[in-house]
T-cell receptor, first 112, second 117 residues
Framework: RKEVEQDPGPFNVPEGATVAFNCTYS??????FFWYRQDCRKEPKLLMS???SGNEDGRFTAQLNRASQYISLLIRDSKLSDSATYLC?????????????FGAGTRLFVKA | DVKVTQSSRYLVKRTGEKVFLECVQD?????MFWYRQDPGLGLRLIYF???????EKGDIPEGYSVSREKKERFSLILESASTNQTSMYLC????????????????FGNGTRLTVT
């Protein structure tokens, strides 16, 4: 089982739709969580951190469920410019240091 | 704003050549990383460094080495390039928070697309 799993998609949605991605992680000692966005042939860029209480940034909402070991990303009122790959990132506490684990990403296509 | 700069956007090298990929960050970050990204495999960690002259192996260090002589610069070295090292290489940096960096997000350079023929 992969340490971080995401549905690869692709998700094809019309403009204005609401779309949700889930990401599951296997290490219950995971400490911090992020969503990154990666455009085609570009580097990943931080979209938002995911806090235990959940957090919202405009049209984007991130949630963490520690009991079930998953995080989610909700995008409301999708725009064409939201088309990208969304990467889930988990940082478990590791003895002697840290470890950042990336999911393989979920592809989103928003169509007019 | 954090800036992570990779020296080359595209590189074409021949099998057996020694290849140097350079990465510089300007935000005084303690931690630096090298990843490669391949279709279907996602991002895989090659090496990371949490201090000058310190290095740790990631998940796929074979065929690679690194150098961190200065805090702002982290170099990835392919000792003898092979065709299976054709990939997108991404450098990243992050801030160490009281010795633990697991709360700090990574900031990526714009990548080096390496082709080994």
């Amino acid at each position: 089982r992969k340490e971080v799993e995401q549905d690869p998609g692709p998700f094809n949605v019309p403009e204005g739709a609401t779309v949700a991605f889930n990401c599951t992680y296997s290490n219950s000692a995971s400490q911090s969580f992020f969503w990154y966005r990666q455009d085609c042939r570009k580097e990943p860029k931080l979209l938002m951190s995911v806090y235990s209480s959940g957090n919202e940034d405009g049209r984007f909402t991130a949630q963490l469920n520690r009991a079930s070991q998953y995080i989610s990303l909700l995008i409301r009122d999708s725009k064409l410019s939201d088309s990208a790959t969304y990467l889930c990132v988990v940082n478990p506490r590791a003895a002697g240091g840290f470890k950042t684990i990336f999911g393989a990403g979920t592809r989103l296509f928003v169509k007019a | 704003d954090v800036k992570v700069t990779q020296s080359s956007r595209y590189l074409v090298k021949r099998t057996g050549e020694k290849v140097f990929l350079e990465c510089v960050q300007d935000m005084d970050h303690e931690n630096m990383f090298w990843y490669r990204q391949d279709p279907g495999l996602g991002l895989r960690l090659i090496y990371f460094s949490y201090d000058v002259k310190m290095k740790e192996k990631g998940d796929i260090p074979e065929g690679y080495s690194v150098s961190r002589e200065k805090k702002e610069r982290f170099s990835l070295i392919l000792e003898s390039a092979s065709t299976n090292q054709t990939s997108m290489y991404l450098c990243a940096s992050s801030l160490a928070d009281r010795g633990y960096s697991y709360n700090s997000p990574l900031h990526f350079g714009n990548g080096t697309r390496l082709t080994v023929t």
